[in-house]
Every structure is written in C-alpha cells, then in structure tokens.
C-alpha cells in the first residue's frame, strides 16, 4: 500500500469506528486537538498500562508519581523553559503561513504556496502556554501549563527517596498530561498541543551516567519489538552536538518509520545533574544523595526516557493495520498485539433468536470480569467478523444452536481466522492462553 494511503486509511478508520474525532467536531473542530472515542480511550489506556507495567509493575527499582499540572512558575525558571523553550518560527510573506525554521523543505520554497525567498528572519516562538492563577491577573499570578512531567518527578526527587528509601539506581514514573503551544501541529495525533506524555527519571551515581543512558536506549527499542512493531520500521538516532537540548549529555531518538519518513517515537536522554543541581539552586534546597555504604554525597545522574502516549497509539495503528484479500473480498484488520487490542474478545449470537441470547449472556458475563469485552449481534456473522477484524479484536466467540445442546463455542481467531470449539466451561483457560497480560 502507498504511504500516503497508509496514514489516510489509519485516519478514516480512526474516525468510523470511534477510535479518535476531531475535538469540538460540531463547531468545525478546533486546531488539531482531538478526542478519543469508545475504542480509542481502552487503545490509548492499554498502551499506557502495557508502558507502565513494564516500567514500574515489572521492575523493583522504579517508583509511580502524579504530579499537579499546575506548577510553582520558579520551577519553569529552574529548568530553562522559561529561558529557552523555543522553536524558531518564520513567516511566509506571501500566504501569511508560519512555519518552524527547522522542519522547512530544502528547496526553500513554502510548504503552503510554493513561494520561493518569502520567508522572513527566524523569530524564538515560546512554547509554554501561560495562564493566571487566582482572582487578579496580573504577573505576580502567571502560572504555565506543563510542557513535560519530568519537572514535577524532579522537585519531588526528596519525597519519593526518603519516602521510599531508594537509593540510585532507581527511577520515578509518571504519565500525564503536557501541553506545549506547536507551531506547525500536525499528521493527526503525531504532533499536537495538548498531550499526554509517559516518562521515567532514572537516578544514577554520576559515574555510571553513560552505561544506563546506554542500557535504557535498548530496552525502551526492545520495548516497541516485543509489542509488534517490525524491527525494520524502527530504528535509535543519536542527536548530533548541534541538536542536543540545553540540558542534555547524549540524546537518542527512537525513530519510526512514518507514512511521511522517518520521525521521532521516543526520546531517551542523558540529562546529567542539571535538573537536581538547578532546582537545588533555585529552591535552596539541598538534593545531592549521601551514600552511606560509600560515604560520599552527590548529586545523582540522571536518564530520561520520554514518550507520548498519543504517538505511540498512532505508530501501533499503523504498524497494525493490514489488508489483504479473502475469498475475493477486502478484509481490514488491525494485527494489534492482544495486550493492546481495545477489545479483546467479541461475543457473537449466531443470530438474534431468543433461545441463543440468555447462552451469549451467560458466556459475556463470565468473561467480563476478567477481559474487556464486545457483544454484538447486529447483521450477519460474516459481517461482524470484519468488524472486529477491522478494530484488532483478537479473538471472536460465536454462541450457536449447537451449544444449545454441547454447552460448547466456537472461539475464532483474528489473525490466521482459524476456529475451535471450545466447551464453555474451559473457556477461560482456553481464552487465557491465547490472550498473554
Ligand atoms: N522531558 C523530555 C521531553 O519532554 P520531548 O522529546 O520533548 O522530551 C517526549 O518529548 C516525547 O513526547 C516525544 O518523544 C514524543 O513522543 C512526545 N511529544 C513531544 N511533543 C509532542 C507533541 N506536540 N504532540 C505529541 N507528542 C509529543
């Protein structure tokens, strides 16, 4: 399939099954922020807790947080947002368009009317969006959206640690929302203003920096293989000097393979002991560590892998989504690995016939507990099938005038589209070893 209908197959199909509308559709929408319907809300929420699981539920050395989005503006100021969370920015003379200097074509020509010279001097764009907090607004009340959640692990780096009493290594993990005022937003939910963000601070001896920064580059790579997406489709780009943000040692971008080239996933970065130092100094609080094995203090090292959420559902959507042809017809399936799949098992009467639903009900209700499930029993068998297919349901279990009499189902699989019959009282162990937590 050509990219370009890639991206516009993935969008549409987005849109007719309630995975993600345009927010505020009915007045036209509203500048590239979007709303995650039915499906895409459990989609987004299992890509989530798939990256929880494997950073904090799996691991004995990282810890959760959730921080306010709303923070002290100091810290802003401590971390170099204020200063220096920019994007150059360029006008068009012709069309009036804005573009970010660094995502401009090489031709020089402009994106939007092919105008050629008409840019004006790059201008620093602030990203931060502003707001005031209280009754009076004036600058004494100026408070900021977040652009990232690290900041809010970095100023509790003194809570968790001697709550916890961990000592470095260990990470903290938060997932939230940022929020930062793009120029040029964009490709659906790759780029836009408002997003939500996992992230994970590792805090290291300074001395071991560079072997975790290594360490964590790998695993977060691994992280994207294991849960299907071909290793061809992506790939680990170090930063070059000029490219490094101000506070980091060594960047690294896990790059995917995206309909229009390839593009930041991930970022894992060596961020030293800017953050700890900076806010030590701003707050006047003392955050080094003091080894008592060693008995030596320091400022931890810190690493830092950083993700969005969104992005991460649209690079599985459209590493998932796959047509082929059967029996003469289009199928549609999104081959999304189980622990992602929105839904993971449809239950389907044969037909509506009043002897068949209390069976389909009795089956929904001993699988509901323990997965997320669909009843559908609208249009014919076949139909629905692609219907589920289409949205990644893994597995189909279809309740027929058979089980009226063997108490047993049909269990269909999305992928090689093969069907078992299963008793329904070993159902659950069946389903559990196909659909893998
Ligand atoms: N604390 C580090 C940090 O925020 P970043 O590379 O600016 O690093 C981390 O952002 C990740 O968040 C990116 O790799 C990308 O997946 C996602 N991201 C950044 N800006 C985004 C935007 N405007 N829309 C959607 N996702 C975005």
Same mark, same amino acid.
């Given at each position: 399939m050509a990219k370009p209908d890639l991206m516009e197959r993935v969008v549409n199909l987005c849109k007719r099954r309630g995975l993600v509308f345009p927010s505020s559709e009915i007045y036209g929408g509203f500048r590239s922020t979007w @709303?995650?319907?039915? #499906?895409?809300? #459990?989609? /987004?929420?299992?890509?989530?807790?798939?990256? %929880?699981? *494997?950073?904090?539920? #799996?691991?004995?050395?990282?810890? +959760?947080? @959730? =921080?306010?989005?709303?923070?002290?503006?100091?810290?802003?100021? !401590? =971390? +170099?947002?204020?200063?220096?969370?920019?994007?150059?920015?360029?006008?068009?003379?012709?069309? /009036?368009?804005r573009f970010r200097a660094d995502h401009l074509p090489e031709s020089g020509a402009c994106p939007n009317c092919g105008a050629t010279g008409s840019f004006t001097e790059a201008r620093q764009f602030h990203l931060m969006f502003k707001t005031n907090v209280g009754p009076v607004e004036d600058e004494g009340s100026v408070a900021y959206l977040r652009p990232e959640t690290a900041q809010g692990i970095f100023v509790n780096f003194l809570n968790v640690q001697t709550t916890t009493r961990k000592k470095p290594p260990f990470g903290i993990a938060?997932? +939230?929302?940022?929020?930062?005022?793009?120029?040029?937003? +964009?490709?659906?939910?790759?780029?836009?203003?408002?997003? *939500?963000?996992?992230?994970?601070?590792?805090?290291?001896?300074? *001395?071991?920096?560079?072997?975790?920064?290594?360490?964590?580059?790998? *695993?977060? &790579?691994? %992280?994207?293989?294991? &849960?299907?997406? $071909?290793? @061809?489709? &992506?790939?680990?780009? $170090?930063h070059d000097a000029e490219e490094l943000s101000h506070y980091s040692a060594g960047t690294s971008d896990v790059e995917y393979l995206y309909p229009w080239g390839w593009g930041e996933l991930e970022g894992i970065a060596n961020r030293t002991d800017y953050d700890l130092t900076r806010h030590a100094e701003f707050s006047g609080q003392d955050l080094s560590f003091y080894d008592q094995e060693a008995d030596r203090r320091y400022v931890?090292?810190?690493?830092? $892998?950083?993700?969005?959420?969104?992005?991460?559902?649209?690079?599985? &959507?459209?590493?998932?989504?796959?047509?082929?042809?059967?029996?003469?017809?289009?199928?549609?399936?999104?081959?999304?690995? $189980?622990? #992602? !799949?929105?839904?993971?098992? !449809?239950?389907l009467p044969l037909s509506r016939n009043e002897r068949l639903n209390p069976v389909a009900h009795e089956v929904a209700d001993l699988l509901r507990p323990r997965f997320m499930i669909d009843v559908d029993d609208a249009g014919s068998i076949g139909r629905r099938y692609r219907r589920q297919d289409e949205v990644g349901t893994p597995l189909c279990v279809t309740v027929d005038f058979d089980t009226l009499d063997d108490r047993a189902v049909t269990v269909r699989d999305r992928d090689s589209m093969t069907q078992d019959r299963v008793p329904i009282d070993k159902l659950i162990d069946h389903v559990q070893e196909r659909l893998p937590s």
């Open positions: @709303d995650y319907g039915p #499906l895409g809300v #459990l989609l /987004k929420r299992n890509v989530k807790d798939a990256w %929880w699981r *494997e950073m904090v539920q #799996l691991r004995d050395d990282v810890v +959760g947080l @959730d =921080s306010a989005i709303l923070m002290h503006p100091r810290v802003w100021e !401590a =971390s +170099g947002h204020v200063q220096a969370f920019t994007d150059p920015l360029v006008d068009c003379r012709n069309c /009036k368009e938060q997932i +939230g929302k940022a929020f930062r005022n793009e120029i040029t937003p +964009g490709n659906f939910i790759f780029r836009t203003r408002e997003f *939500e963000v996992m992230e994970m601070e590792y805090f290291v001896p300074p *001395e071991d920096g560079a072997r975790w920064y290594e360490y964590w580059c790998q *695993e977060r &790579l691994r %992280w994207f293989v294991d &849960l299907g997406i $071909p290793e @061809d489709q &992506l790939r680990l780009r $170090p931890p090292h810190v690493i830092e $892998p950083a993700l969005g959420a969104d992005r991460c559902m649209l690079a599985f &959507l459209l590493a998932a989504y796959h047509e082929e042809e059967v029996r003469g017809e289009k199928r549609t399936l999104l081959r999304l690995d $189980p622990r #992602l !799949a929105p839904i993971a098992i !449809a239950v």
